[in-house]
């Protein structure tokens, strides 16, 4: 079985995020989705999401596109790579891959790193949606 990891805050689900899961989904035969929690959100961008952890999760799980929809790990974000091992980590085209690609490299791991291209970036990116539009 190919295992299918994704990561994101999805603080406002859009078609830019339900075109990177599609996209994801088809590297693998279950796709899982780990969604920023809050705190690591503030950490890295200095402030947090405009809607919670939870809500976030429930709203990529309305998709229908995952076959499982996770929060992450508050004290290390790749933790979650080690414990599921999966074949294949799917990343954003605005994600930055370094610290997934050491992660894995570090831990010795044999997982293939694809990038998603973006779906009309100047339409659909996170920060031009103040409500979720799903």
Same mark, same amino acid.
């Given at each position: ?46 402030k947090l ?13 309305? %998709? ?10 508050? =004290?290390? +974000?790749? *933790?979650? $790579?080690?414990?599921? /091992? !999966? ?10 891959? %370094? ?10 791991? =044999?997982? +293939?790193? *694809?990038? $998603?291209?973006?779906? /009309? !970036? ?7 949606f103040k409500?979720?539009?799903?």
């Amino acid at each position: 079985m190919t295992l299918v990891l994704t990561f994101g805050t999805f603080d406002i689900v859009h078609k830019g995020h339900e075109h990177y899961l599609q996209e994801a989904k088809k590297f693998g035969d279950k796709l899982i989705v780990i969604i920023a929690r809050d705190s690591n959100v503030l950490k890295e961008r200095g402030k947090l999401p405009k809607n919670k952890e939870d809500k976030r999760k429930e709203d990529v799980e309305l %998709l229908n596109i995952a076959s499982k929809v996770m929060l992450g790990y508050d =004290d290390d +974000k790749l *933790k979650i $790579i080690q414990e599921l /091992k !999966p074949t294949v980590i799917c990343l954003g085209y605005d994600q930055n891959s %370094l610290s997934v690609e050491k992660f894995i490299v570090d831990n010795g791991l =044999d997982i +293939k790193i *694809k990038r $998603i291209n973006a779906f /009309k !970036p100047e339409i659909y990116k996170s920060s031009k949606f103040k409500h979720s539009i799903l």
